[in-house]
Each structure stands twice: as C-alpha cells, then as structure tokens.
C-alpha cells in the first residue's frame, strides 16, 4: 500500500500568518493515464472532511483561494496563505491513484 | 445539493453483522463512483471499499476482504456496506462518499457509528 506520511503533525498559526503542510508518498502518485490524484481534505471539529484541492492543484467550488495546492510525483504541500480562524481543524492528504486509496496521519492547525 | 444520509450503525458483538446504507440524492446516482470510508476512535481516516457507477466493479482495503461487500441500488439511489464477521478494530464512524472525480470524493455523508464490542 502507498504510505503517506504528513508533516508536521501539528502546526499553531498566528493568525493572518501563512502555514503549509507537506504530504510525502511511499511511490509515485502519476497515473498509467498520466492524471496524479493527490488530495487535500480539511475537517473541522465536529464536521465530516471536506475536501478542498483534488488533482494536486485544483481548488474546489466555494473553497477560498488563500489555499492552494502544489507538488508532483512523491512530493506535495498545502499552504494556507493567511490563516484564519475558520481554518482550524484537521487536514489530511489522500491518494487516489493507487488502490487502496489511503490517507495521511493528519495535521492539526490551531490558532497561536 | 448533494446529500448523503448513512443509517444502519449501532452495537454489535464480534463475530456479528451489520448492513449499512446511504441514502443519496441531488445528484445522478446511477452516473457516479461510490465509497465508505470509516475514521477510528483515533480520528484517522482508512478508506474501505469503493463501487462504480453500475455495481459492476467493486474494490476493497485488504483488512475488510472477505468481511464486508459494497453494493448500490441505482433504482432506490442507495448505497450499502454489508459487514459480516466484525471485529473490535472494525469500530469506527463510516461515510458514505462520493467519487465525482478520478481518484478521489467530493461529497461525505455525516456518517453512522459502528461499535464491534462485547
């Protein structure tokens, strides 16, 4: 199974200060079809995930654009360019590239 | 809207069954890919099994094969996990998702909880 392993597993952000969490897999995440399904879900306490980038980069409908998503192959990081209080929660990566699909460990982000 | 809407949780003794199902509505049922996914008492995340769009193809994690089948009524626009021979580390809240892109979901449901315990 691909392992995919976050860092750091917890981050205290002052607010309006940017914050980024990187997301390493144990193998590639490029597709036979070229696609690289690498995602990124926040959770906010007691709330189910919602995701906010698929596609390593690509920002969901409604989803404010201080987060953004970057990386390739093994490598990927979420950064939040100002961080504000609505932010805190969970954040975890997930690949769906490979079966099973599986997730990260979770960063938490709290306010400073 | 998209809603999902699981219900079937509940206590069960090692050993015994539950079925799931997910209610969906809000968008084509019948034309989307399907998940569970389940999150520990820990609060991480393990995908478990997900179907495609006619039922036809269905894919698990290892430690539910055998155990658990996922299965979906495109007319009743439902999606179930059938659970069988539960274990304690199968206790856990489980979504339902929704896969409206290539390797991934984009829609949760809240979730029902699961306790396997005797």
């Known amino acids: 199974d691909v392992v995919m392993t976050q860092s750091p597993l917890s981050l205290s952000v002052t607010l309006g200060q940017p914050a980024s969490i990187s997301c390493r897999s144990s193998q590639s995440l490029v597709s036979s079809a070229g696609g690289t399904y690498l995602n990124w879900f926040q959770q906010r306490p007691g709330q189910s995930p919602r995701r906010l980038i698929y596609a390593v980069s690509n920002r969901d409908s409604g989803v404010p654009d201080r987060f953004s998503g970057s990386g390739s192959g093994t490598d990927f990081t979420l950064k939040i360019s100002r961080v504000e209080t609505e932010d805190v929660g969970v954040y975890y990566c997930?690949?769906?590239?490979?079966?099973?699909?599986?997730f990260g460990q979770g960063t938490k982000v709290e306010i400073k | 809207e998209v809603q999902l809407v699981e219900s079937g949780g509940g206590l069960v003794q090692p050993g015994g069954s539950l079925r799931l199902s997910c209610a969906a509505s809000g968008f084509m049922f019948s034309k989307n890919w399907m998940s569970w996914i389940r999150q520990g008492p820990g609060g991480g995340l393990e995908w478990v099994a997900n179907?495609?769009?006619?039922?036809?193809?269905?894919y698990y994690v290892d430690s539910v094969k055998g155990r658990f089948t996922i299965s979906r009524d495109n007319v009743q626009n439902t999606l179930y996990l059938q659970m069988n021979s539960l274990r304690l580390e199968d206790t856990a809240v489980y979504s339902c998702?929704?896969?409206?892109?290539?390797?991934?979901?984009?829609?949760w449901g809240q979730g029902t909880l699961v306790t396997v315990s005797s």
């Open positions: 998702a929704r896969s409206g892109t290539p390797g991934s979901v984009d829609h």
């Open positions: 997930m690949q769906g590239t490979h079966w099973p699909w599986t």
């Open positions: 179907i495609n769009d006619d039922g036809r193809e269905t």
